[in-house]
Each structure stands twice: as structure tokens, then as C-alpha cells.
């Protein structure tokens, strides 16, 4: 009688309960006595090529997994690539979307969805410990243009360029191969990045929000995330500023900026700011939604109070 030797068991916890055959022989273990595993109820078929172990639960990572261990040329894209990097605003269809080789039928399954395209380029696939191949950060993002409206698509932008780090170079070159005129989410991703505002990607959706509708209402000279230095205090980052008129902008979408604590620290921050001649304003979550064209007004009402007394 077969049992999963401690390989398999190592084999299985990092790829999420998941493995191939070759992955099973790899760690010694043939493939009838996969068979056995099977019979016995130790394994359960996934898909054609990849077994699962019941005792590990049933996840949107192990599904990916087993689509890359039992289709190693398929790439996890689209919508499930980006929540495997944590990005947000994106939909929740429970399917696992994938890249495929062109006139390629990797699976019928029904939660299985591929895109057939040409071949990737050796940067815009990550191969993971775990057994996932994934798209990159800057390629998801093109990827999702697909699925997501245009606030959300440029929201997911600055938070691929966030945080891995990239700038707009690296995205506008990961777009730029696949202009055509039948690809009009090629043109809507490289259309958010022409809306970006000058400075380091935003770090939250409402700061994306407010500054693009702050551009929108006429304030170009928008900087995101600029840096001073506060004697005292050390080096304060703003959201968003205006450096002409010495005028800052924070979003404090954060619970902790109104928790005791956290108001102590911002009322720290900005009195250290206006010793160096810098005012801020502090925008709230109860800003936005119904109320957000009242703040961009009030905002833009202020701006012009800045450049008047300047």
C-alpha cells in the first residue's frame, strides 16, 4: 500500500496541496502509485495532470497552481493574476484566467478561462515557489484594461507602479507592442498613464481619485507624493501638492488618521510643514462619494486663495 512519502508531503504544502506527475516523480514517487494514492482516496483528480490532497482546502491559489502544474505553458492573467498581487479594484468572477499559446484548447473546465495571444516575453512571466507561473505586475496591468472601467483602471496602474517599484517607461514599453486598432483596451491602458499626475504613483484609490478629478477641474500643476524637508522633524511626504504656492493636500482615507494617535501625528506633521511655509488641507473619507464635486470645488476655491495671496 502506497503512502505520500515526507517529499510528497513537502512537495504538496508548497504548492497548495497540488502536483503533477512530473512533480510526484520528481520527489520519487511513480506514477502508479499516484494511482493508488488515487484509489485509496490520499489523492483526488483536479484536472488531467494535476492531483490535489483532500486534507488541504479547496482555494483560488490552489486552482491556479493546479493549472500551471497540469498545463505548464499556461500563464495566470487578467483579473487572478492581479488579486495574486494584491491588487485592488478588481472583479470577482471565480474564474481562473489564463494565457494560452495561440489555437491552443487547454481544458474545457468551465472555471478555467484562456486567452490565446503570442508569445510572452521573458519579463512579463513570474515563475513562483508555489508552482504559479503569473503574469508580471506592469503586463497584469495592461491585462485587466480588459475587465475594469477607467478610474479603476488607472487606480490599478499607479498601484502596479507602486509597488513594484516601476516607472512610466517600464509600463508604457510593456503596452506599446500590442497597439492595434482591434485592441482598444491597449489604447485605454496607455490612455490612464497619459492621465497620471507628475510625481510617485499614488499610494491609495482615493487620493487617485481626488487628484485626477482635481487635474480634471483645472490644477495642473499637481505634484503627487512631493517631498520637503521640516527642520525638527525630518523629511514630511505630501499626497498631493501644488510647490508654486507652498500648498499641500492629504488624503486621510485611513481609520487611523482619526483615531487619537494618529490625529496627534498629523497635527505634528503639519505644524512642522507650516514652520517651513507650507499649509495643508486634509480631505477625508466623508469627502468623497456624494460629496466629492463639493470638496474638488472647495479645493479649486482654495487654490485660487493661494495663488491671490501669493
Known sequence: MTALSPASHQLLARQHGV??????????????????LVSRGALELVLPGAWRTPSAP???????AAVCRAHPELVIAGPTAGRLHGLRRLPRDWRIHVVAPPASNPTVHPWVRPFRTATLSAGDVIDRIDGIRVLSRPRVALDVARFVNDDDLLSIVEQCMHDGRHDDATMVAVGAPWISPRRRWVRRYLEALDRRIDGVAAESHLELILGDRLRAAGMHELVRQHVIEAPGYGVIRFDLAIPSVRWAIEVD????????????????????????GWSTTRVGPYDFGVRLDATVRALVASWAEHRHAG
Open 19 to 36: 502536483a503533477s506527475l512530473s512533480d510526484f516523480a520528481a520527489v520519487g514517487t511513480a506514477p502508479w502509485q499516484v494511482n493508488d
Open 58 to 64: 479547496s482555494t483560488e491559489l490552489q486552482r491556479c
Open 253 to 276: 482615507g485611513f481609520p487611523t488618521h482619526r483615531e487619537t494617535v494618529g490625529r496627534r501625528s498629523d497635527t505634528a506633521r503639519d505644524d512642522a510643514a507650516r514652520r517651513v
